[in-house]
């Protein structure tokens, strides 16, 4: 097997690239040409950005499981479809092949059937890296439900608004999950949620740490039996199925929770069959997945990174995809290396950040482990400084593997603007060239597109011109805030949110956001959000959050805090903060410095200039820029003073 979609020269993306900005209609249907249709489509692409409504292969009926799956049974079905990688290293590694991932997914939808789960139903996962965590995504896929994954770092108030916001009526979760040295009692965390929860029906609990859980009677029911049980009723006369519910292209295939500018996180949908086109597409070429390969993406499937190149993008292509349920520092800062030894990983897909803090080891972790089987490495999530690419090239690569700098958002739904692996040129730090499909546009802050350079390059807001296939759908629940949180700032443009620059090449370089979001390792927190969750704390008055650059996380977390202080003990008062924001969104969203002020710098209207904080926080003493306008000019002063 080969696929005939794939890019083999810098001369062959030109031409394709051309095609698809000529010809859409062409070029995307000589591609889905490929997968397993129900029914093909009437009309490749019909999409405004006004209202917005944008759809692609209307009137196709489809089901993704059956191109992730059944339609590999028969050339593959003894290939490993994912290898899975346990905590701990002394645990026995899995593999699950295609036969056995189709009898699992099917067993996994008869279940959700057996406990009334319905196509367009939402369902909630929240798993630790197991391989059930991909049958449960599937499963929910197979019947048609809507599957809503929630980070495992992400506490119960999370949970309990994203199941609100969402209607959720069924839960699937571990008891518990390990991370390195640590076990998360996810179950507890569930429970949490649903104090007081009326709406969800069933919970799922699937047993892998073994940490006690209290399993409330009607509702709460364990994996394992519900498994067994179903495990007789797809088998007929030696035939293992569950027919794959029939989806429209356009039907919803999943939601994820992402955060914004504002305080609430929205939940980013995805439609079944633009998405499965263009994870398939963008996996084969940025990679230049080869068949037989061992595919390791480092993310949790509770990102859209997990989502999209650990199970919809490589299983499509019928890829071995690796599954790693641990953190890249334990039981040693070798564990990558060894996974990539043990399993010989070609295509190795992580985080700037992760590269940063194992760059902090040095190179004494990779003595004695053979890389010698990587072809192909990739980033993705933030900026990547130059030490950090070279010192992945140098040291991981052996300068012998193209690095793939892959930009995209979970809104995006897969990789827009990304080199292709050994096809066309990487520069360090640089995205470089947008996928076919793809129009980048840089604008001003009045939308006009950028023309004149500023020190050789072209700079502005990342804007993209047309809808490409994987392009969110909507918001969950509020059509009208997709409409002004992306197509609004800009008329007729899909906003990004980030900053970028362009070279003569055309190369972009992505410099970060230009909006009130954070990207801290790689995760996006929302300012607002930070701060309605420390603005909670009893004897906090007001706050405000600010980005500095960090060296592994790229970006910290800095707090500017008013309190009261009526108990007059900073130290103890920073930790009661934290543990607020830990309750509010989760551990992950932990201002990594809180300075207590005794006021914020803002305008005599009222409004706070996070400006002056953000070159505060990040160590500028001199040029704070324009302070005329302070109402109270001297706050800047103390506020410097005081930097922690
Ligand atoms: C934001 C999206 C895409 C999956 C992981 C993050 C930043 C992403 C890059 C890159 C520079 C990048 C952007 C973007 N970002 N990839 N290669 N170079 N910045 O998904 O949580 O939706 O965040 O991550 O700022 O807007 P996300």
């Not at 564990?335 to 080891?361: C, E, Q, V």
């Not at 009130?516 to 300012?527: M, Q």
């Amino acid at each position: 097997m080969s696929y005939s979609y794939q890019i083999k020269s810098y001369e062959q993306y030109k031409k394709d690239y051309q095609q698809s900005i000529d010809d859409p209609a062409s070029f995307w249907s000589n591609i889905a040409e490929y997968f397993t249709w129900r029914k093909k489509w009437d009309e490749v692409s019909t999409w405004n950005f006004k209202e917005p409504k944008i759809e692609w292969f209307k009137g196709a009926k489809l089901n993704i499981t059956e191109n992730c799956i059944d339609r590999h049974l028969k050339t593959m079905g003894d290939k490993p479809a994912i290898i899975w990688e346990p905590n701990n290293p002394e645990e026995r590694v899995r593999t699950v092949t295609y036969n056995r991932l189709h009898k699992r997914v099917c067993q996994f939808a008869q279940v959700l059937k057996n406990n009334g789960v319905k196509k367009g139903d939402r369902v909630c996962i929240y798993m630790g890296m197991v391989p059930e965590l991909a049958y449960a995504v599937l499963g929910c896929a197979r019947i048609g439900a809507i599957h809503s994954v929630i980070f495992g770092g992400f506490s119960a108030q999370s949970i309990a608004d994203r199941l609100y916001d969402a209607n959720a009526e069924f839960i699937i979760t571990c008891d518990g999950a390990y991370r390195g040295d640590k076990v998360i009692p996810l179950k507890n965390v569930i429970d949490d949620a649903l104090i007081g929860n009326r709406t969800v029906k069933k919970v799922i609990v699937y047993t892998r740490t073994r940490t006690p859980v209290s399993m409330l009677k009607g509702r709460d029911i364990w994996w394992e039996d519900e498994m067994e049980f179903a495990e007789h009723q797809i088998e007929k006369d030696g035939i293992v199925n569950f027919p794959a519910e029939e989806m429209d292209a356009e039907d919803p295939l999943f939601i994820l929770y992402t955060s914004g500018s504002t305080g609430k996180p929205k939940g980013v949908v995805h439609s079944s069959a633009g998405y499965m086109v263009w994870t398939n597409y963008t996996f084969i070429n940025v990679f230049q997945y080869q068949p037989g390969q061992i595919h390791f993406c480092t993310a949790d499937i509770g990102w859209i990174t997990g989502h999209s190149y650990i199970v919809y993008g490589p299983l499509s292509a019928g890829a071995t995809s690796v599954m790693f349920e641990g953190v890249p520092t334990w039981p040693d800062a070798g564990r990558f290396w060894d996974i990539i030894d043990k399993h010989k990983i070609n295509i190795l897909y992580t985080a700037p950040t992760a590269i940063r803090s194992l760059m902090g080891f040095g190179t004494k972790p990779l003595e004695g482990k053979d890389l010698s089987s990587l072809k192909v490495l990739g980033t993705v999530g933030e900026p990547i400084n130059e030490e950090a690419w070279h010192w992945y090239d140098e040291n991981i690569g052996k300068k012998k593997c193209p690095i793939v700098d892959t930009w995209w958002q979970t809104e995006t739904g897969g990789i827009l603007i990304s080199n292709l692996a050994g096809i066309t040129p990487a520069k360090a730090s640089w995205a470089t060239l947008p996928l076919p499909g793809v129009q980048p546009l840089l604008v001003d802050d009045k939308g006009n597109e950028i023309t004149e350079k500023e020190d050789g390059l072209l700079k502005g807001n990342l804007c993209i011109k047309a809808a490409w296939p994987s392009i969110l759908r909507t918001t969950y629940g509020d059509h009208e805030r997709c409409r002004t949180n992306y197509f609004a700032t800009y008329e007729n443009l899909y906003f990004t949110g980030d900053g970028a620059l362009k070279d003569d090449n055309g190369f972009y370089r992505i410099t970060g956001r230009v909006d009130d979001v954070l990207n801290v390792s790689g995760h996006r927190i929302g300012t607002a959000e930070v701060e309605n969750a420390i603005n909670m704390h009893a004897g906090v008055v007001e706050s405000a959050v600010v980005g500095y650059p960090h060296d592994i996380k790229g970006q910290g977390i800095y707090a500017f805090v008013i309190d009261s202080n009526t108990h007059g003990d900073d130290e103890l008062t920073r930790k009661d903060i934290l543990q607020t924001v830990s309750r509010i969104i989760g551990p992950i969203a932990k201002p990594d410095k809180i300075q207590f002020v005794k006021g914020l710098p803002k305008t005599r209207s009222g409004k706070i200039m996070r400006r002056i904080l953000r070159k505060i926080a990040e160590g500028e003493t001199q040029n704070l820029g324009d302070t005329t306008t302070l109402l109270d000019p001297g706050i800047v002063e103390e506020i410097k003073n005081g930097k922690i």
